[in-house]
């Protein structure tokens, strides 16, 4: 089935370390995208890429990075930077171009003990 | 800049009722597109529909439907007959070309949880 994989569905991560979360697609979608979803706060944009090797900066980038070296996937990189990781992410991926809906993951639920 | 209100926290209906939510968008651009996206528990969200900013006519599909107003900005959601099973989280999200004039990002309203009891 085509459609964007992500993993783990829960992760758990102390204080001070770096976490990645998977996002895979076989959707051969040129763009793909990570959001938080924290609650009443609505989805933001971290990070977004529109072609391999390529990414951009979304609203709240700070204390994440990615990578984009396949156009499968789209891993993110939580840092010690970010002072309050606990959140749910969703990647989602789309065709590039005006108007073209998102498909999204299931999510990943990190939480910082 | 770009905006996305959806003033509604969270509304809860028992089955069978019509709900609205609604969806207000702030834009300076010409061209720019409407989604409205479903978010069940199971956490992954659902494209519902697209409207384009030169197609103001409603639809409708099933038990849903959209009334696109660019007079007041607007893009409501209606579900008719609500059932349980439409319970969930939606989004209103509107997308334009960004400075350079071809990102196209999406930014999302805060969300409407919905609660359709029995």
């Known amino acids: 089935d085509g459609g964007i994989t992500q993993s783990p569905k829960y992760l758990f991560r102390k204080e001070g370390q770096n976490v990645t979360l998977s996002c895979e697609q076989n959707l051969n979608h040129d763009a793909m995208y990570w959001y938080r979803q924290d609650p009443g706060q609505g989805l933001r944009l971290i990070y977004y890429?529109?072609?391999?090797?390529?990414?951009q900066k979304g609203d709240i980038a700070e204390g994440y990075s990615v990578s984009r070296e396949k156009k499968e996937s789209f891993p993110l990189t939580v840092t010690s930077a970010q002072k309050n990781p606990t959140a749910f992410y969703l990647c989602?991926?789309?065709?590039?171009?005006?108007?073209?809906?998102?498909?999204f993951g299931q999510g990943t639920r990190l939480t910082v003990v | 800049a770009q905006k996305v209100t959806q003033a509604q926290t969270e509304i809860s209906v028992v089955e069978k009722e019509d709900v609205t939510l609604d969806c207000v968008y702030e834009?300076?651009?010409?061209?720019?597109?409407l989604f409205w996206y479903k978010q069940p528990p199971s956490g992954e969200l659902v494209f519902l529909i697209r409207?384009?900013?030169?197609?103001?006519q409603n639809e409708i599909s099933g038990r849903y439907s959209w009334n696109f107003q660019k007079s007041t900005s607007s893009f409501n959601f209606t579900i008719t007959a609500s059932q349980v099973v439409d319970s969930a989280v939606y989004f209103c999200a509107l997308s334009e070309g960004d400075e350079s004039g071809g990102s196209y990002i999406p930014t999302f309203g805060r969300g409407t949880s919905l609660i359709v009891h029995p």
């Open positions: 989602a991926s789309s065709m590039v171009g005006a108007g073209t809906e998102a498909f």
């Open positions: 890429s529109q072609i391999v090797n390529d990414f």
């Open positions: 409207r384009n900013s030169f197609d103001e």
């Open positions: 834009t300076r651009d010409t061209t720019y597109y």
